[in-house]
């Protein structure tokens, strides 16, 4: 099965109301059968 890293932003414009164009794109890419099953988050570490 296929994997594909997504950066944690991405989760938070896909929630983003007040960034409408970010938003429809962050669905787009998690929602994209290219994605090939499964999601992985990068782990960030704040500095």
Known sequence: M???LVDTN???YSRDLNE???RARAIEVI???G????LVLSAQ???
């Not at 994605?35 to 499964?38: K, L, N, Q, S």
């Open 35 to 38: 994605a090939g099953g499964e």
């Open 20 to 22: 409408p164009v970010k």
């Open 31 to 33: 929602d994209q059968p």
């Open 10 to 12: 991405i989760l938070v």
């Open 2 to 4: 296929a994997r594909s």
């Open 45 to 47: 570490m704040p500095q």
